[in-house]
């Protein structure tokens, strides 16, 4: 089991109203990319994270870097670049997450696509954090209405994937921008060569953060993954509950609020759960778990550290309701099953973004983690009826009901109802919180289930395959300045399909045409159709009968597609200048 040598967040020295956010976000102990960032950051030096999402990395940079703000200065101070708009504003909701005990402080984020003049008027309030995706950035640079002189830190996040994006050029030149004597953090998963240059051109002596991970057998637990999608992560557990027999189970979720909360509403679905945490004491939690060794509870809903060590035999089952930082947690987390020889199972959510982290884990165990399909809602409605008809038999085994029979002849009469009506009536009640009539399956999203990220470096990558691409039209063209990263971080951010989704992009004087997966939804399509790309609206359409195909190898300069990021390899080619 885990070694004890675990980090406090108090033995970190942040500020203490950093301290009391955390407490109160449920936070129990640093990740392992926290303990060993928070450090060096708060010691000024410049730090190269290998970290995905899901590892805790925002809290790893946003931490120390909050006490580094002078609140009486209402210039940024510190600057992220990342990615997307999706991360740069959940960056940005960090940040003010552990800052609400921080009267004053003000964090921003920019991104594309947002109107110039509410950007404008929200950088004069003077925030102290900017958090933005590069091509923004770049803008308010040129404009002039973002000034990087008092700039103290700067972190690039998810810096692979800007560099994916086509953002590297941009970064390169904002960074070039700001003091030389700054902080520098950067966090990628992956160490491919340009980034490598980055980080010897701009960054001072850094400090190289990596979480080793060690790698375990596990044989004779089933392991699977289900890729979050469609339906909630609550709904989709008590489908798995409900169609599967288990015994004991273990759920493992992130922070101590996130047990608490799960365990009680699997109670108020009828599950004997409780929490276990680090909120509660030592005498506390082993009763807890003495309760589920004699079966008084099914569940309980834990943290890794409450539940470090856990030996209990009739635990057949372990949902990492929350992905596990790395791959030491989550091969304890399954190690609570499958004790003393026996069979075990452990099913992992896993959210589209955390898909990296997923495969670290599966190269660090060298175990392929099956993905699975949540019980059919056949499956789920059956089982109800099933135990309902149960319920049913055993009450009337052991129950006397002749007073409920006067009662059904009574309330017949009073509400003049036939007996099946009546009793339809009564059903309809009695279901509760477990329908026994499910809604139908949503639709699933073809785009989330084909992102399929891997994580090795930068360079390799997933086939794409042109038979499940359309293509698209956009009114915008070379003449409006449009460039490929344009149209890829429009489409990333506004439709959310991930770029290496996006096949083949052509830019002509008038127009440009796009690949993207087959069966947009048309909802998706007609926002796209009011996305601006250099201030003019996309207007993007399908072009029928068009069939989508790879980029040939036609004469350079005309062909400026998506080619670049598949295969082939010219991103370290210097670009021209961006203009718009
Ligand atoms: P990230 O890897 O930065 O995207 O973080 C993933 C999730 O983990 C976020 O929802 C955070 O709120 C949560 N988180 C980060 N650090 C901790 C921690 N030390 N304890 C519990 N949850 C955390």
């Not at 980034?195 to 699977?224: D, F, G, L």
């Amino acid at each position: 089991d885990m070694s004890d040598t675990q980090v406090a967040f108090s033995d970190l020295e942040l500020p203490s109203s950093v301290l009391k956010s955390i407490t109160e976000l449920g936070y129990e102990t640093p990740s392992p990319i926290q303990a060993a960032c928070i450090p060096l950051l708060l010691n000024g030096q410049d730090v190269l994270g290998m970290a995905q999402t899901g590892t805790g990395k925002t809290a790893a940079f946003a931490l120390p870097l909050l006490s580094r703000i002078d609140l009486k200065n209402n210039k940024p101070q510190v600057l992220v670049l990342a990615p997307t708009r999706e991360l740069a504003v959940q960056v940005a909701e960090a940040f003010q997450a552990y800052a609400r005990h921080i009267p004053g402080f003000h964090v921003l984020p920019i991104y594309g696509g947002q109107s110039y003049s509410l950007q404008l008027k929200q950088l004069r309030r003077g925030p102290h954090v900017v958090v933005g995706t590069p091509g923004r950035v770049m803008d308010h640079l040129d404009r002039g209405t973002l000034k990087l002189d008092e700039l103290k830190a700067m972190v690039l996040d998810e810096a692979d994937e800007m560099l994916r994006m086509g953002f590297i050029d941009d970064v390169e030149t904002i960074m070039a921008k700001t003091p030389a004597e700054r902080q520098t953090a950067l966090f990628s998963a992956t160490m491919p060569e340009q980034i490598r240059r980055i980080t010897k051109r701009y960054m001072r002596e850094p400090q190289e953060v990596k979480i080793a991970s060690k790698t375990a057998t596990m044989e004779n637990i089933e392991q699977k993954c289900w890729i979050v999608s469609g339906t909630n992560k609550l709904d989709a557990l008590v489908r798995i509950l409900e169609t599967e027999d288990f015994g004991g189970i273990i759920i493992f979720a992130r922070t101590k609020t996130a047990t608490t909360e799960l365990a009680e509403k699997l109670e108020a679905r009828g599950y004997a759960a409780a929490a276990l945490n680090g909120d509660m004491n030592q005498q506390l939690r082993e009763r807890t778990v003495q309760r589920l060794k004699n079966s008084q509870l099914d569940i309980l809903v834990a943290t890794d550290v409450a539940a470090r060590g856990l030996d209990v035999e009739r635990v057949g089952l372990v949902v990492n309701y929350d992905i596990p930082y790395d791959t030491e947690a989550y091969v304890h987390r399954i190690g609570r099953t499958g004790r003393a020889g026996r069979d075990g199972k452990a099913i992992m959510f896993v959210a589209p973004r955390e898909r990296r982290l997923l495969k670290q884990i599966e190269r660090a165990t060298r175990q392929p983690i099956k993905q699975m399909d949540l019980p059919s809602r056949d499956l789920v409605q059956n089982r109800r009826l099933e135990s309902f008809r149960e319920q049913i038999s055993t009450i009337f085994k052991n129950e006397d009901m002749s007073v409920y029979r006067e009662l059904v002849d009574q309330l017949a009469v009073d509400t003049e109802l036939e007996t099946l009506d009546l009793a339809s009536a009564l059903l309809f009640m009695a279901q509760k919180e477990k329908p026994l009539i499910l809604p139908p399956e949503p639709e699933p999203r073809p785009r989330r289930e084909r992102d399929d990220r891997d994580g090795d470096n930068g360079g390799k990558r997933e086939r794409i395959n042109y038979a499940d691409l359309d293509v698209y039209r956009l009114d915008v063209g070379r003449n409006d300045g449009v460039q490929v990263k344009n149209i890829v971080g429009a489409i990333a951010n506004e439709a959310d399909i991930n770029s290496r989704h996006i096949g083949d992009i052509r830019l002509h004087d008038e127009y440009s045409t796009v690949q993207l997966p087959k069966g947009m939804p048309d909802d998706m399509l007609k926002h796209l159709k009011d996305v601006q790309i250099c201030r003019k609206k996309t207007n993007i359409t399908l072009m029928e009968g068009e069939v989508a195909r790879p980029p040939s190898r036609k004469p350079r300069g005309e062909y400026k597609g998506k080619g670049r990021a598949r295969g082939g390899n010219d991103r370290g080619a210097p670009r021209k200048p961006r203009r718009d």
